[in-house]
């Protein structure tokens, strides 16, 4: 009936909320570490080199890395679905030096464990905390990991996915934080990457 109006045309989908941006900045990383203890400071270089949610490297099991072929297997993830993850060689050099806790457990960490880790070493570190744009958390780690597979490296978007594990790609886009001095390089004919220090800063 034609003179009848649609009451779905006024509905309107929700917008998903806006994803956080901060990014990781000029010697963060480098006082994060020197804050940590050894067995931290390998929970957050293996953060910033995979892309792992907290839950994913509290539940690693030691049995889960295969070193030989630069991976670790995720048996269960927050999709719900197993994955498989490849390691860059500061990855593997980082799993070298962590002793396991037990044949259970890489870290002996739960994700409660690891946030209350991170605010001690965040604090000692001398960044903020709270929910505002200079606050740093732990989750923030994987959004500087994906960001940084886009900057640092020649991977295409579904290949970054496969790593990083998200549902889709608008998910992916949410994750992504490209700095602007990045992409005017990249519009002046540079490669990606940069000189990236050992503190994970760039120049």
């Known amino acids: 009936m034609e003179s009848l ?101 890489l870290f002996g960490l739960s ?8 605010d001690r070493v965040r604090i000692a570190a001398g960044i903020p905390k709270g929910w505002n744009d200079d606050a740093l958390h732990f989750h923030d780690l994987r959004h500087e990991a994906t960001s940084r597979l886009f900057e640092r490296t020649d991977l295409d978007m579904m290949e970054i996915r496969a790593i990083t594990g998200h549902k889709n790609l608008q998910m992916l886009a949410r994750y992504t934080h490209l700095r602007t001095a990045n992409l005017a390089d990249r519009l002046a004919g540079g490669k990606r990457g940069g000189v990236v220090h050992r503190n994970g800063d760039e120049e």
């Open 111 to 118: 994700g409660d464990g690891i946030d209350s880790a991170w």
């Open 5 to 105: 109006d649609n009451p779905v045309s006024r509905v309107h989908k929700p917008k998903l909320p806006g994803g956080r941006e901060r990014r990781v900045r000029p010697g963060e990383v480098g006082a994060l570490l020197g804050a940590s203890s050894q067995p931290i400071a390998c929970l957050i270089a293996l953060a910033l080199e995979t892309a792992m949610r907290r839950e994913e490297i509290a539940s690693l099991k030691p049995g889960d890395i295969d070193l030989r072929n630069r991976s670790i297997f995720l048996p269960k993830t927050k999709n719900g679905d197993p994955r498989t993850v490849p390691l860059s060689p500061a990855a593997i050099e980082t799993l070298s030096m962590v002793t396991p806790k037990s044949k259970d457990s």
